[in-house]
Each structure stands twice: as structure tokens, then as C-alpha cells.
């Protein structure tokens, strides 16, 4: 089925190096969200799309991070000069208007050495 | 702001009998409840959701969750425990004006057969 696809799967860098995490939402859907999950930690907010709308970054933890949505589709998420803590679990959610629910991917698993 | 309480850590129960895992919330608006299920290594699945009508929803496997606007609590329940039920259960609210999801910390159901 036409779920949401995250990629990679699994990402180990070096402590300084820049990593792209992407996100290719079920079709339709407007909305697009990340989260991060670290061991032992619930779901953090980082940013959302909707549609046309300016994003809501209130989350994104530091300026090393950013994410863009191009033609309403796709999203990278990127993380510049990563850092240890940087190491968790980065989900991407898409969900239609107006039903509320969300629909997630299995995740990317970042590690920095 | 939004807030959700998840304040068990860990719940654990015997198969076939009755689990409630809870949940409070803080909203400024009309709250949008949510509970998803995480199993290992998996992205989440949503479960169900609360958003107006009835104060008890029915969701997937068999689970329920009673809202109470008193309270502020939209505690999940389900009448009888599988094993297959052991998992990650995060509850979220969504304020009704915004489309940020905020999630708890996560609540481990452990089911012992």
C-alpha cells in the first residue's frame, strides 16, 4: 500500500557532518509533520506543513536544523554540523484535511558518532 | 499552550484482565484527543480519536477511551488484555484552532500471559 515512506531507514555520521532525512507523504494529503523520538523520550514536535501555509517551526530545537516541502509533496528534513544528541528516531507524519488523524512512517534511525 | 500527562511509565496486566492506561490534557480550545500504538521498531498506528459527539469512542482492536471534559483525561481502556496488546501507547492532543499534534511521553503496556 501507498504509505508514508521515509529514507533512509537507518543513518550513522560523523559528529559534524550534514545529514537529509526525506519524507514522501501519502498522496493528498496536505499536511506534513516531524517528529523526533529519542530512546526513552516521547514524541517531540519539530515542524508542519499545511498546504500553502507558512510552516510552524516553533519545534526545530536549534538553526542547525531545517526542513522544506517542495510542490506540496515531499519533505527533506536536514540537520547541519550534526551533534551527539542529535541521535533519535526522526518520524514523518502526512495527514488529509480535516480528519485529524495522522499517518506515520516507520521512521529514520539517525546515529552521530 | 498544549500539554498532555502520561504519568505511568510502565503498566502491566494479565491477560484477560481489564487495562486502562492514562492520560490528562491542557488545551485552550476545543480539544482533539488521540491515542497510537508504537510496536518495536515500527512507526505509530493510530488507534482512535476523540473530537466531538459521544464522550466514549471505540477504536481498533478492540480498545475504548472515555473522554471527561471535567477531568481533562481521555484515559484508554480495554475490557480484556491480550498479549499481543504489549506495546508503546502514546496519547496527543491537538488544540482545535491549530494543527499541531503534542504527544506524551508514552505509556509501556506489558501484558503478562
Known amino acids: 500500500g501507498a504509505g508514508v515512506s521515509q529514507s533512509p531507514s537507518n543513518k550513522v555520521t560523523e559528529k559534524g557532518k550534514d545529514v537529509e532525512l526525506r519524507c514522501d507523504p501519502i498522496?493528498?494529503?496536505?499536511?506534513l509533520y516531524w517528529y523526533r523520538q529519542s530512546l526513552g523520550q516521547g514524541l517531540e514536535f519539530l515542524i508542519y506543513?499545511?498546504?500553502?501555509?507558512?510552516?510552524?517551526k516553533s519545534g526545530l530545537p536549534s538553526d542547525r536544523f531545517s526542513a522544506e516541502r517542495t510542490g506540496g509533496s515531499v519533505s527533506t528534513l536536514t540537520i547541519q554540523r550534526t551533534q551527539q544528541e542529535d541521535s533519535a528516531v526522526y518520524l514523518c507524519?502526512?495527514?488529509?484535511?480535516?480528519?485529524?488523524?495522522?499517518?506515520f512512517g516507520e521512521g529514520s534511525r539517525l546515529t552521530v558518532l | 499552550a498544549q500539554s498532555v500527562a502520561q504519568p505511568e511509565d510502565q503498566v502491566n496486566v494479565a491477560e484477560g484482565n481489564p487495562l486502562t492506561v492514562k492520560c490528562t490534557y491542557s488545551?485552550?480550545?476545543?480539544?482533539?484527543l488521540f491515542w497510537y500504538v508504537q510496536y518495536p521498531n515500527r512507526g505509530l498506528q493510530f488507534l482512535l480519536k476523540?473530537?466531538?459527539?459521544?464522550?466514549l469512542v471505540k477504536g481498533s482492536y478492540g480498545f475504548e477511551a472515555e473522554f471527561n471534559k471535567s477531568q481533562t483525561s481521555f484515559h484508554l481502556k480495554k475490557p480484556s488484555a491480550l498479549v499481543s496488546d504489549s506495546a508503546l501507547y502514546f496519547c496527543?492532543?491537538?488544540?482545535?484552532?491549530?494543527?499541531?499534534?503534542?504527544f506524551g511521553t508514552g505509556t509501556r503496556l506489558k501484558v503478562l500471559a
Open positions: 507524519a502526512s495527514s488529509p484535511l480535516g480528519t485529524g488523524e495522522l499517518f
Open positions: 498522496s493528498g494529503h496536505t499536511a
Open positions: 506543513f499545511q498546504g500553502n501555509s507558512a510552516p510552524d
Open positions: 488545551v485552550s480550545g476545543n480539544p482533539y
Open positions: 476523540y473530537i466531538t459527539g459521544d464522550n
Open positions: 496527543a492532543v491537538r488544540d482545535g484552532g491549530t494543527y499541531k499534534y503534542i
